[in-house]
Every structure is written in C-alpha cells, then in structure tokens.
C-alpha cells in the first residue's frame, strides 16, 4: 500500500523554505532524504546552533553534517540529483558558491567513508577536500574514506576524478584507487582490490529492505531549481522511517 504525504507536511517544510521574498543561491542546496539504523544526523549551520537531523531537512552552505556511529544517511542536491551517502561517524561540510547554473559544491570530509553519484552538469564543479587531500570529479560514482590520520582512499567505479596535494596529481579512472597517507606524501594510483570495494558495498546498495507489507509513504518536498523556480521532490520512503514527519492524523 502506497500513501502520498502533503499537506500539512508541505507547509512545514516551505516555512523553511520560503524565508525570504528572494532566494539566496547558497540556501537550499540539498535535502535530507534517507536516515536508516539509529537515525541520528547532527546538522550544525556555519553560524547557529547543531540541530537533530530529520529526512526531509533542506541543507545550506556551509552546513556540517555528522552521523552517529549507527547511522547512515543520504542527500540529495536539489540543482542536478546527484545523491551522496554517509556512513555511520562521518563528518563533513557542504560547500555550494556560485550560480545555481555554474555552482562550484564542495565536500570537505575530516573523517569517515560516503559514496557519491554525481550527475554531471556543464559549468558545475564538483570537489572532495580531506586533511590531506583533494580531487576534481570528472567521473559520476565513487567511493571515499578519510581515516582518523586523515590518510584518503578514493576508488572510482565510473568515470575519472583528478587526485592531488601539494606533492603531486594523478588520475583515477574506474578500477582504480587512490590513496595519500599524509600531507608530505605523494598520491598514489592502484588497480583497485575487489575486496576493497566489497567493504563499501552497503555505501553504493540501494537501502535496507523492509519488512513485507510494510506500508509505503511518498513524501513531496518543495525545492527551488537552478532558475529559482519552486518545485517538488517526491521520495518513497516506509512509513516507519518517517514517523517524524507524518502529523498525527495521518498515524
């Protein structure tokens, strides 16, 4: 069974959303749209306070995002799609600057492991940042973990991303891993190891199924596009990850 989710919710999140008459580019840059386990995401704003994380919530630049040690979450970009996945103890800020047409996202990750798709736009830019490290992504899929030495791993399964430091740059075209232990060390370009790969298959997978039956909800989240139009989201989630957000009539 499949229920659709408006109303009350749609007000909620377009009282977040519509602040202001004019829209800023850096505001409502992505959305909260997966919470899975523990359900426990920290989202603290470049200037406020750390708030508890819900699906739904829409995310600013500069906004840190961390997930408990159970936790996994997704986001996705509201200006092209692409879907970025946490794992539990992660931690990162999301960039955004420029024209929503031309808009230049960074992820800055000091610890922890995600996977990214990225839906390549002309005139976008998208770039991973670690204590050690950065990359370019040119390619669309790809996996990173930053250890708590800030030493980076990235392996590419589709496309290419440009890995460098101070030191030096390569590439990392698919089937490939890269990986810089230290600041004052070079990066390094490997055929990546299947077994590699299979500790990050949960990352890539689609999410958990859930018990049969279980009822379905879809919810619809308003969004502003690339031009500042307002439009809307649909995501279908089960009914028991988002209880938060469904008013009590609908229970």
């Not at 890995?163 to 004052?184: Q, R």
């Not at 490997?190 to 790969?197: A, F, G, M, R």
């Amino acid at each position: 069974m499949r229920q659709i989710l408006k109303g009350a919710v749609i007000g909620i999140l377009l009282a977040g959303i519509l602040t202001t008459a004019t829209y800023a580019q850096n505001q409502n840059i992505a959305i909260v749209y997966r919470l899975l386990l523990d359900q426990r995401l920290a989202v603290t704003p470049e200037s406020g306070q750390t708030r508890e994380g819900a699906m739904g919530d829409i995310l600013n630049h500069g906004d840190n995002l961390y997930t408990s040690d159970n936790t996994r979450a997704a986001i996705r970009f509201t200006d092209d799609g692409s879907i970025m996945r946490m794992n539990g103890s992660c931690d990162l800020q999301i960039r955004a600057e420029g024209e929503r047409t031309a808009m230049r996202k960074t992820l800055t990750i000091e610890i922890g492991e995600l996977w990214a798709r990225i839906n390549r736009r002309e005139n976008a830019e998208y770039r991973i940042e670690t204590p050690t490290a950065v990359a370019a992504v040119k390619g669309t899929e790809f996996y990173v973990r930053v250890a708590p030495d800030g030493a980076t791993t990235i392996i590419t399964i589709d496309g290419v991303l440009d890995f460098f430091n101070d030191i030096g740059t390569v590439e990392i075209p698919a089937g490939f891993t890269g990986t810089i232990t230290e600041a004052s060390a070079a990066p390094e370009v490997n055929k990546t190891d299947p077994e590699e790969v299979t500790s990050f298959r949960a990352l890539g997978s689609e999410e958990e199924s859930t018990e049969a039956g279980e009822e379905m909800i879809e919810i619809e989240i308003p969004f502003m596009d690339e031009d500042g139009n307002l439009k809307t989201m649909v995501i279908t989630l089960p009914k028991s990850q988002v209880a938060q957000l469904i008013p009590p009539g609908l229970n």
